[in-house]
């Protein structure tokens, strides 16, 4: 296991901001920074990372923690996977005691689908280099298609051996294990149990995870048989999912993040003649069409995407039908066309790099005038087909979600259309408003299926705050919780109320509380931490409390630390009103949230009374209500004066 020592080192040199931005497009707001939450779906940013207090926290979805548990939610890594992740980021050499067998196992499967890939690629990589078969048919493939060698290394391509079972013999033979090999498609076992390679004679394009790992590959063939495939790619695995996948992101992330740009190409060979004519800023999708999933991974590292297409018409009028994905999810999409018969890789190997960037910045349009240019083109003179485009355009109008931009395509479509703008706008609402019913429907209950009378319970896993277990319904909910923010925040802070003696904040609170009892059970059991802490001469700070070892814990406090509003640095230029801070009062601060909650504890127990004192009873028992009830009243007096006079202050 990774020694305290370390860890501990890891987690203070590990900057939040610099972590999530590794895989989140953020941008500054005051001493914070925002994006789009890389776990659930939105197109206006919920996602702030906190610098200050070492955490993010997402206002959508309720997803929270620290670099840790960030690495560990977007790269599905077990805890020693994370931390090593960021041991390699921040050069910091791991100490690790004895592995345990069951740290072992728990994460040997899921590092040794890893492991045998980078195995697999260093293979077809000094094949191609060392051997003589290997430089005569895959390295002088690559340099036949004009690839520098540079470039070869950068994407480390290789070549994997015409044999039925060169990389699996060898990979027994170093002592790895088959079954690994099956796992991720590097070997195939056939019906009859006889096992072979998967890529045996072709070129190899290893694939990369977002963070540089090696997690799948695509091959093609050099043989003129149309029987075999052209390309062969991994299949899907624990490590390797197509759909999520972007080839060259790895290689393209910092400058898609410097030009605020993604290119999206078709192929494999695009991407590597785009690089090489000096424009990094170039990813295709691996393996498969366009799905959401890639556009999401777009999304968080730029707002804009221009898409690179060929002159094949056929291709070009299948991928419009699949683009539309990326209006939805809000992105800016231009196209560019290349000549037809020509590709951005062709094009490049025939005209060169700087024609290719001329290319692009003199015929790049945004996907909706292109997407009309060409139907209307295909509709020609037909008013049937031409009615049918101008329904196809305004659909793809209505998923773009500003309304300010939809409504200048509109306009500009309008003209490009000849149609009224008047109509379009008229088909547009058709279609929102359909679509709205639609989501209306399939969001209400079956009426013939009973419904309970309150939401079900989500599972641990899945609830995004642990407060939802707790029950904010329940009367002294929002008061426990001021409660435990302020004494997250403030416990360890040392104040002189009275003149005469320091006293820290969190054993003050903690003495005042002796009386009360939580109902939200995971706030009581903080207060029990507290108290056995103070117990041992230890006063826990916030960054502790936000670096909890219990979850449970740790995400209630981010929970309540975090606020997804921030006052602006120009608010007292602009309007001369200056909004106090809690901080310049914090007896006030302290007091108020000690008081909101006996207060609150008080009203439960005069109603309890209330309602005794309405069921029959003899007049001992009545009286005796009566005065425990007048006292209360007195308490309840006491606290309300007290909290008048905090407020006024």
């Known amino acids: 296991m990774i020694k305290k020592e370390t860890i501990d080192r890891i987690t203070e040199t590990a900057l939040v901001e610099e972590v999530v931005g590794d895989f989140v497009q953020l941008k500054k707001r005051g001493t914070s920074f925002i994006g789009l939450c890389p776990f659930h779906n939105e197109k206006s940013p919920s996602f702030n990372v906190s610098p200050a207090k070492g955490i993010y926290k997402c206002f959508g979805c309720g997803k929270g923690g620290d670099s840790i548990s960030f690495v560990m939610e977007h790269e599905k ?73 540079d470039i070869i290394k950068k994407f480390e391509l290789g070549y994997s051996p015409d044999e039925w079972t060169a990389l699996h013999d060898k990979a027994i033979a170093d002592g790895y294990r088959p079954e690994f090999l099956e796992e991720t498609g590097l070997s195939v076992k056939n019906d009859s149990g006889k096992v072979y390679d998967r890529f045996r004679g072709r070129v190899m394009f290893p694939i990369h995870n977002f963070t540089g790992r090696i997690i799948g590959f695509g091959g093609r063939t050099l043989k003129t048989d149309k029987n075999v495939p052209k390309y062969v790619n991994s299949p899907e695995s624990d490590i390797y999912h197509k759909s999520n996948v972007l080839y060259g992101l790895f290689q393209a992330k910092k400058a898609i993040r410097d030009v605020d740009n993604c290119y999206l190409v078709e192929g494999y060979a695009d991407v590597l003649s785009v690089h090489q004519a000096g424009v990094q ?32 018409a056929a291709g070009i009028k299948a991928s419009l039908r699949g683009l539309d994905m990326i209006l939805e999810e809000g992105l800016n999409a231009k196209v560019v066309l290349f000549p037809d018969g020509h590709d951005p890789d062709s094009y490049i190997q025939k005209l060169g790099s700087a ?57 500009e479509c309008s003209a490009l259309l000849n149609v009224e703008e008047r109509i379009l706008i008229a088909e547009l609402n058709n279609i929102k408003l359909t679509k709205l019913k639609k989501n209306y429907t399939r969001n209400q209950p079956d009426a013939e299926t009973p419904q309970p009378a309150t939401h079900s319970p989500q599972p641990e896993d899945e609830s995004p705050l642990p407060i939802a277990r707790g029950s904010l319904n329940e009367p002294d909910e929002a008061q426990e919780q001021e409660l435990i923010r302020v004494l997250i925040s403030y416990g360890d802070t040392l104040v002189n109320w009275d003149g005469m003696t320091d006293t820290y904040i969190g054993p003050y609170i903690i003495t005042n509380l002796s009386d009360i009892t939580f109902n939200n059970t995971l706030c009581q059991r903080i207060i029990t931490y507290y108290h056995n802490e103070f117990d041992k001469g230890i006063m826990p700070s916030e960054k502790s409390m936000l670096h909890h070892p219990d979850k449970e814990i740790k995400n209630l406090a981010i929970a309540l630390i975090s606020s997804p509003y921030m006052l602006s640095a120009n608010w007292y230029d602009m309007h001369h009103i200056n909004v106090p801070d809690e901080k310049t009062n914090l007896k006030a601060t302290i007091m108020g949230a000690i008081f909101h909650l006996k207060k609150k504890k008080i009203a439960t127990m005069l109603a309890a009374k209330q309602k005794l004192l309405q069921a029959p009873n003899n007049p001992e028992q009545e009286q005796q209500l009566m005065q425990q009830y007048l006292q209360l009243k007195e308490v309840e007096k006491y606290i309300s004066h007290y909290l008048g006079s905090v407020i006024i202050k």
């Open 77 to 149: 890594y077990s805890y020693p996977e994370a931390l090593k992740y960021l041991a390699k980021k921040y050069n910091i050499e791991v100490d690790e005691s004895e592995i345990t067998p069951e740290y072992q196992a728990e994460v040997d499967k899921r590092e040794s689908l890893y492991i045998i890939s980078n195995y697999a690629a260093k293979f077809f990589e000094s094949t191609m280099w060392e051997s003589p078969s290997g430089q005569a048919i895959g390295l002088s493939y690559f340099r036949e298609r004009g690839f520098r060698d």
């Open 355 to 411: 024609a290719f960037k001329t290319h692009i910045e003199l015929h790049q349009q945004d996907f909706i005038f292109f997407k009309t240019q060409i139907l209307l083109k295909e509709a020609a003179n037909d008013p049937i087909k031409k009615a049918a485009v101008i329904r196809d355009i305004i659909e793809s109008i209505a998923r773009i979600p500003d309304a300010i931009k939809a409504s200048v395509f509109v306009r």
């Open 281 to 312: 800023n170039v990813v295709a999708a691996s393996g498969t069409s366009l799905t959401p999933e890639h556009v999401k991974i777009m999304a968080r590292v730029t707002q804009n995407v221009t898409i690179l297409f060929d002159g094949d």
